[in-house]
């Protein structure tokens, strides 16, 4: 092949590695690694889909675009690191942070760094995340007003947010967060579900489980329930997209709202195994409220 050829070549495949990992400011790829004053956290890539969804995969949705979603819940340790840049740059809270389920709150980080960070609400969720947008030069999402929404003490300004279609991280609607957590790809075992030439977890199953929920040797494999407190982030088996703690540990908040509530998912380490860790399953929280069983996963858009 002459050169030009090859030159052509090269700029076909750099078009289509960006046309399928995204773009953020300018064209350029969307970074999956993120480092925030020396605290980092790896996204991973979730497709646009139609999928099947409910406990009894009796429903269906469409996310119409391609995001990045946390590899983890967000930690403790990057929930302070944020939010003590935040306060000197604007931002007000409602809620410190605590350190897992019952560690100290709005504390520097311990050895429970790694345990996700709770008692955080819903406001405080989307203000943090405009506060990290800005932090790493993002374009905040959350915005009331035509202002970025820098305080969750401002019930009318978050609870009648505008999620922007910028470049920052965001909360995942609820429907985005099932895609994630069902999401198998060509993987056609363990009951899994077809849906234009894609694989799906069913709806009863914990998120990258091989049986449903009822099976503890599985669910156990993927997620911490019925346990004492909240665990380190990433211990059990992660789901085919390499996310972990999708079902168990804490409960996530998402954008999707419920009448004036907000849909969390997931389970959480303090639930008995019937009650929670089916994908298909969302339970509603006032925006307002923390819990020790609640916390954070991001996401953004691959624009």
Same mark, same amino acid.
């Not at 429907?175 to 899994?192: F, I, M, Q, V």
């Not at 694989?199 to 199953?205: A, H, I, K, S, V």
């Given at each position: 092949?002459? !050169?030009?050829? =090859?030159?052509?070549?090269?700029?076909?495949? +750099?078009?289509?590695?960006?046309?399928?990992?995204?773009?953020?400011?300018?064209?350029?790829?969307?970074?999956?690694?993120?480092?925030?004053?020396?605290?980092?956290f790896d996204m991973g890539l979730a497709p646009a889909a139609t &999928?099947?969804?409910?406990?009894?995969?009796?429903?269906?949705?469409?996310?119409?675009? *391609?995001?990045?979603?946390?590899?983890?819940?967000? !930690?403790?340790?990057l929930w302070y690191t944020v939010r003590q840049w935040a306060l000197?740059?604007?931002?007000? &809270?409602?809620?410190?942070?605590?350190?897992?389920?019952?560690?100290?709150?709005?504390?520097?980080? +311990?050895?429970?760094?790694?345990?996700?960070? +709770?008692?955080? /609400?819903?406001?405080?969720?989307?203000?943090?995340?405009?506060?990290?947008?800005?932090?790493?030069?993002?374009?905040?999402?959350?915005?009331?007003?035509?202002?970025?929404?820098?305080?969750?003490?401002?019930?009318?300004?978050?609870?009648?947010?505008?999620?922007? /279609?910028?470049?920052?991280?965001?909360?995942?609607?609820?429907?985005?967060?099932?895609?994630?957590?069902?999401?198998?790809?060509?993987?056609?075992?363990?009951?899994?579900?077809?849906?234009?030439?894609?694989?799906? !977890?069913?709806? /009863?199953?914990?998120?990258? *489980?091989?049986?449903? =929920?009822?099976?503890?040797?599985?669910?156990?494999?993927? *997620?911490?329930?019925?346990?004492?407190?909240?665990?380190?982030?990433?211990?059990?088996?992660?789901?085919?997209?390499?996310? &972990?703690?999708?079902?168990?540990?804490?409960?996530?908040? +998402?954008?999707?709202?419920?009448?004036?509530?907000?849909?969390?998912?997931?389970?959480?380490?303090?639930?008995?195994?019937?009650?929670?860790?089916?994908?298909?399953?969302?339970?509603?929280?006032?925006?307002?409220t923390a819990y020790e069983s609640v916390g954070i996963r991001l996401?953004?858009?691959?624009?």
């Amino acid at each position: 092949m002459r !050169t030009g050829g =090859y030159l052509l070549l090269l700029v076909l495949l +750099t078009l289509t590695l960006a046309a399928c990992l995204g773009g953020g400011r300018g064209g350029t790829p969307i970074p999956s690694l993120h480092t925030v004053n020396g605290v980092g956290f790896d996204m991973g890539l979730a497709p646009a889909a139609t &999928f099947p969804t409910g406990e009894n995969d009796a429903g269906e949705a469409t996310v119409h675009r *391609a995001f990045y979603i946390g590899e983890t819940p967000v !930690t403790y340790e990057l929930w302070y690191t944020v939010r003590q840049w935040a306060l000197q740059n604007g931002y007000t &809270f409602a809620n410190a942070g605590r350190e897992g389920s019952d560690g100290s709150t709005g504390q520097e980080p +311990t050895a429970r760094r790694e345990e996700p960070v +709770t008692m955080v /609400n819903w406001r405080d969720s989307i203000v943090w995340a405009n506060a990290l947008s800005e932090l790493l030069d993002y374009d905040p999402v959350y915005i009331y007003g035509g202002e970025v929404i820098r305080d969750s003490n401002d019930v009318t300004a978050c609870n009648n947010a505008i999620q922007e /279609n910028a470049d920052g991280f965001r909360l995942p609607t609820s429907p985005e967060w099932e895609l994630a957590a069902r999401y198998k790809g060509d993987d056609s075992t363990s009951g899994a579900i077809a849906r234009d030439g894609l694989y799906w !977890t069913p709806g /009863n199953y914990a998120s990258g *489980a091989t049986a449903n =929920y009822q099976d503890a040797t599985a669910t156990h494999a993927v *997620a911490w329930y019925d346990e004492d407190s909240t665990k380190d982030v990433g211990l059990k088996a992660a789901n085919a997209l390499g996310l &972990f703690d999708m079902s168990g540990n804490v409960w996530e908040w +998402t954008f999707t709202a419920d009448g004036s509530d907000r849909v969390v998912r997931g389970g959480a380490w303090d639930a008995a195994l019937r009650f929670v860790l089916q994908v298909g399953r969302p339970r509603e929280v006032a925006p307002g409220t923390a819990y020790e069983s609640v916390g954070i996963r991001l996401v953004r858009t691959a624009l």
